[in-house]
């Protein structure tokens, strides 16, 4: 009679372990930079090593560290002795209240506008997108320079002006995907569950579009910046004794050949500022938009 041999249970292998996906350099370095702007924005007070406005006649124009300056000074002076430092941290944190304030307003407004379309079709609808095409085809320029010289310039009007820039890109964004979101079924049951049409385009509806505005937002925060940036350096934007990262530009630009260091520092914010939201904005579209998975 044969001889059975034993049979040997299958050996199990232990299941590897998921990795833990690291965010790429270029994300890091934004979450970063970011991050280092709003600290100096919130802790301006306290990090300014002077007043903004502080005077320093015996050191006009005094150069940086490197170029021959002093610690007195790190980043240099002014044509008025004061110190770029200082006045560098005081306008970050103007610009970035600026951006954030113009950006909310314009996301608040267009989506509201967009769900205000996507619920009430026909003549509502009609009326929110003969509204976006209007806007749209207005240039802004324009309508910034005729408001500001009607009403003055103060920082919340300019903040309110801002925020009125883009705001039809939302109103265009949320009114398609709400209209894709209220043919789901979810919807319709929510709604055949007695919810009224505010509950339904609020509670169900708006947490399911968050994902594209919030990219959108983060796609339009650096045009704010720019544009700020760009009416502060006409003279429109933010005005004396306060001081922004486009208007220290606008001012660099009469000393550019004998102290470009007052013109330099606030570009390399901003276009330092610029990127790194855009790389932020970029990979989260590629992270939150289903279309592209």
């Given at each position: 009679?044969?001889?059975?041999?034993p049979?040997?249970?299958?050996?199990?292998?232990?299941a590897?372990?998921?990795q833990?996906s690291?965010?790429?350099?270029?994300i890091a370095?934004a979450l970063g930079?970011?991050?280092?702007?709003l600290?100096v924005?919130v802790?301006?007070?306290?990090v300014?090593?002077?007043a903004?406005t502080?005077?320093?006649?015996?050191n006009?124009?005094?150069?940086p560290?490197?170029l021959?300056?002093?610690?007195l000074?790190?980043?240099?002076?002014?044509e008025l002795?004061r110190?770029v430092?200082?006045r560098?941290?005081?306008?970050?944190?103007?610009?970035?209240l600026?951006?954030?304030?113009a950006?909310l307003?314009?996301?608040?407004?267009?989506t509201?506008?967009g769900l205000?379309?996507a619920?009430?079709?026909?003549l509502?609808?009609?009326?929110?997108m003969a509204?976006?095409?209007?806007?749209?085809s207005?240039?802004?320029?324009?309508?910034?320079?005729?408001?500001?010289a009607?009403?003055?310039?103060?920082?919340?009007?300019?903040?309110c002006?801002?925020?009125?820039?883009?705001w039809e890109r939302?109103?265009?964004?949320a009114?398609?995907l709400?209209i894709?979101?209220?043919?789901?079924?979810y919807a319709?049951a929510?709604?055949?569950?007695?919810?009224?049409?505010?509950r339904?385009?609020?509670?169900?509806?708006?947490p399911?579009i968050?994902?594209?505005?919030i990219?959108?937002?983060t796609?339009?925060f650096?045009?704010?910046?720019l544009l700020?940036?760009g009416?502060s350096?006409?003279?429109?934007?933010?005005?004396p004794?306060?001081t922004?990262?486009?208007?220290m530009?606008g001012y660099?630009?009469?000393?550019?050949?004998?102290a470009?260091?007052?013109?330099?520092?606030?570009?390399a914010?901003i276009?330092?500022?610029?990127f790194?939201v855009s790389?932020?904005?970029?990979?989260?579209?590629?992270r939150?938009d289903?279309?592209?998975?």
């Amino acid at each position: 009679m044969a001889e059975v041999s034993p049979i040997t249970p299958p050996a199990f292998t232990e299941a590897p372990k998921p990795q833990r996906s690291r965010l790429p350099l270029p994300i890091a370095f934004a979450l970063g930079w970011l991050g280092l702007m709003l600290a100096v924005a919130v802790l301006a007070d306290l990090v300014s090593p002077y007043a903004y406005t502080a005077l320093d006649l015996r050191n006009r124009l005094s150069p940086p560290i490197g170029l021959g300056g002093t610690w007195l000074h790190p980043l240099g002076t002014d044509e008025l002795g004061r110190d770029v430092l200082s006045r560098l941290i005081s306008s970050i944190r103007t610009s970035l209240l600026i951006a954030f304030g113009a950006t909310l307003i314009g996301a608040v407004v267009g989506t509201s506008l967009g769900l205000l379309a996507a619920q009430f079709r026909g003549l509502v609808e009609q009326a929110v997108m003969a509204l976006v095409d209007f806007s749209a085809s207005l240039p802004f320029l324009i309508l910034a320079l005729a408001v500001l010289a009607f009403f003055g310039n103060s920082l919340v009007l300019f903040i309110c002006l801002l925020g009125l820039h883009a705001w039809e890109r939302y109103a265009r964004i949320a009114r398609g995907l709400a209209i894709s979101a209220n043919a789901q079924g979810y919807a319709a049951a929510v709604r055949q569950l007695g919810a009224s049409a505010w509950r339904v385009q609020g509670r169900h509806v708006l947490p399911n579009i968050a994902s594209t505005l919030i990219v959108s937002m983060t796609l339009a925060f650096p045009e704010i910046i720019l544009l700020e940036s760009g009416l502060s350096f006409l003279g429109l934007g933010v005005q004396p004794p306060a001081t922004s990262l486009g208007s220290m530009v606008g001012y660099g630009r009469e000393y550019l050949t004998r102290a470009p260091w007052i013109l330099l520092s606030p570009a390399a914010i901003i276009v330092t500022t610029t990127f790194a939201v855009s790389l932020l904005g970029d990979w989260l579209r590629d992270r939150l938009d289903p279309t592209l998975s």
